[in-house]
Nanobody, 124 residues
Framework: EVQLVESGGGLVQAGGSLRLSCAAS????????IGWFRQAPGKEREGVSC????????HYADSVKGRFTIFSDNAKNTVYLQLNSLKPEDTAVYYC?????????????????WGQGTQVTVSS
């Protein structure tokens, strides 16, 4: 059974930092992408960042470039999202998701497995 479990969310002041974790298990293949997405109240879910487990390539949405960093610890089957210089507009539920195979990007429809989400709240 494929499982993705997020953790690390919380309440932080603007300018602060958080590190989100996505622990993955049960994947039938070695090659997949892990993406981080977020959904703010009343808004559509949007892609934030993704990483390819095969070669470590990363991709970021323009809104978070230079502030967020995605990286993985393959030994722990965990992908992290470091959130720095947080802004109130970063407030959302953050989800990690997995896309088996060669897809690499932030198209939600390509992601098959989803975690339960973790709340990030940035106060001004």
């Amino acid at each position: 059974e494929v499982q993705l479990v997020e953790s690390g969310g919380g309440l932080v002041q603007a300018g602060g930092s958080l590190r989100l974790s996505c622990a993955a298990s049960g994947f039938p293949a070695d090659d997949y992408a892990i993406g981080w997405f977020r959904q703010a109240p009343g808004k559509e879910r949007e892609g934030v960042s993704c990483i390819s487990t095969s070669d470590g390539s990363t991709h970021y949405a323009d809104s978070v470039k230079g502030r967020f960093t995605i990286f993985s610890d393959n030994a722990k089957n965990t992908v992290y999202l470091q959130l720095n210089s947080l802004k109130p507009e970063d407030t959302a539920v953050y989800y990690c998701a997995a896309s088996p195979g060669s897809y690499y990007g932030l198209n939600l429809s390509e992601y098959v497995y989803w975690g339960q989400g973790t709340q990030v709240t940035v106060s001004s």
